[in-house]
């Protein structure tokens, strides 16, 4: 197989099959970060743009990965697409997003969640549930009959990849793997053993 030259368009191309095969959550995504002792953890969020500028997912800057990223601004991306037998992986350093962009999408949310990105302290700890739900009744109070504004603690992340990874599962584990790393003149493809 020829490997496309083009990582972004081959995970477009994918994605557009994963979006077709996968009814709930296609753009669930593994994202990895680094603590400051040097301690990786992961989690999944939703990616919620890519273009060839990079994959973009939103959070709350001061939960853990929000925290992680600010000051050690690498991530990992992975996605795992069972039905089509693919995986991607996306690693490079992360941008926060403009402050337009992050408005644009916030005001797209559903009112619930723009009300939760207020209320949650994510990551933080909760004493009680109701402890939630008496934050969530003060902010719905707050903006009642008003647009509830992006809070400036929520915005979104970019991961800008200098390297895409495609994994396609083949008989007896001899799967294909194409790296693409980036270089200053582009992408460079090659293969790798599985
Ligand atoms: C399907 C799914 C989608 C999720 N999407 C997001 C998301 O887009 N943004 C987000 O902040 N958390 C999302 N979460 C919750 C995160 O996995 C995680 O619990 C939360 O962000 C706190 O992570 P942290 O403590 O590592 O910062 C999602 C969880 C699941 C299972």
Redesign the pocket.
């Known amino acids: 197989m020829l490997i496309p030259p083009d990582p972004i368009q081959r995970f477009s191309d994918l994605f557009e099959r994963a979006k077709q095969a996968i009814p709930v959550?296609p753009n669930?995504v593994v994202v990895a970060?680094v603590g400051a002792d040097g301690r990786p953890?992961?989690?999944?969020?939703?990616l919620?743009d890519f273009d060839s500028r990079g994959f973009v997912?939103?959070?709350?800057h001061e939960?853990?990965?929000?925290?992680?990223l600010l000051a050690h601004p690498f991530a990992a991306l992975c996605f795992y697409w069972q039905p089509l037998e693919e995986q991607v992986r996306v690693e490079g350093r992360v941008e926060v997003v403009s402050d337009e962009e992050a408005d644009a999408y916030f005001k797209s949310r559903a009112r619930g969640s723009q009300v939760g990105a207020w209320a949650s302290l994510?990551?933080q700890r909760l004493g009680s549930r109701d402890e939630l739900e008496t934050r969530v009744e003060d902010v719905e109070k707050r903006y009642a009959g008003a647009e509830v504004p992006r809070p400036p603690h929520w915005s979104g992340f970019r991961v800008v990849p200098d390297r895409i990874e495609f994994w396609h599962s083949r008989q007896s584990r001899l799967h294909d793997r194409h790296v693409y790393l980036r270089e200053p003149d582009g992408w460079h493809a090659q293969m790798l053993y599985p």
């Open positions: 959550d669930a970060t953890s992961a989690r999944v969020v939703l919620k997912f939103f959070t709350n939960s853990r990965k929000g925290r992680e994510q990551s």
